[in-house]
């Protein structure tokens, strides 16, 4: 017989049950897996749901160019902030601005000169000299803007 006392079972400790090897496994590959999906979707909702571009409103204008250099019956886009306006000098000589989005699909519109009228090329809009549609699809008359000339200089604004 041996000599050692029988260890007692209520002495010893508890063995704690360490995780078996593929349980881990799965965890960390499920891990992994939902990173990579969030990582693939976070650019894609920026894409979808761009964030909001706060831009200083624009309320006046001065062009570069001087009121002489605007021959009568002609016309020429400039920007008004983002976004371009149409400078026209009327066959009797009066400067008028408007904005130069086509008021049925915001294309950019322009002066003919043989038409001695406003014209949108991709659907055939047609506006008269005082920004009012005449012909074709848009649905309302072209943003007008207020025309002063200060030391031969051209300032646009916004009507109130």
């Known amino acids: 017989?041996?000599?050692?006392?029988?260890?007692?079972?209520a002495d010893t400790p508890?063995?704690?049950?360490?995780?078996?090897?593929r349980?881990?496994?799965?965890?960390?590959?499920?891990?992994c897996a939902g990173a990579l999906g969030l990582s693939?979707?976070?650019?894609l909702s920026r894409y979808v749901i761009p964030p909001e571009v706060v831009e200083a409103a624009t309320n006046s204008v001065t062009l570069q160019i001087a009121a002489a250099?605007?021959?009568?019956?002609?016309?020429?886009?400039?920007?008004?902030?983002s976004d371009?306006?149409?400078?026209?000098r009327t066959p009797d000589g009066e400067i008028r601005a408007f904005s130069?989005?086509?008021t049925h699909l915001d294309c950019t519109v322009q002066y003919r000169e043989d038409l001695a009228h406003i014209w949108c090329a991709c659907h055939n809009g047609h506006y008269d000299l005082n920004g009012q549609n005449i012909a074709?699809?848009?649905?309302r008359p072209l943003a007008r803007f207020t025309v002063n000339i200060q030391d031969d200089q051209i300032v646009i604004s916004k009507e109130a």
Not at 1 to 9: H, I, L, V
Not at 14 to 21: F, G, H, I, Q
Not at 69 to 81: D, K, T, Y
């Open 100 to 102: 130069a989005l086509c």
């Open 136 to 139: 074709g699809p848009p649905p």
């Open 40 to 43: 693939a979707l976070y650019p």
């Open 14 to 21: 508890p063995e704690t049950e360490a995780p078996d090897r």
């Open 1 to 9: 017989m041996s000599d050692a006392p029988n260890p007692d079972p």
């Open 69 to 81: 250099e605007v021959p009568p019956n002609s016309g020429r886009i400039f920007r008004f902030g």
């Open 23 to 31: 349980s881990f496994l799965n965890v960390a590959l499920a891990g």
């Open 84 to 88: 371009p306006g149409i400078l026209i």
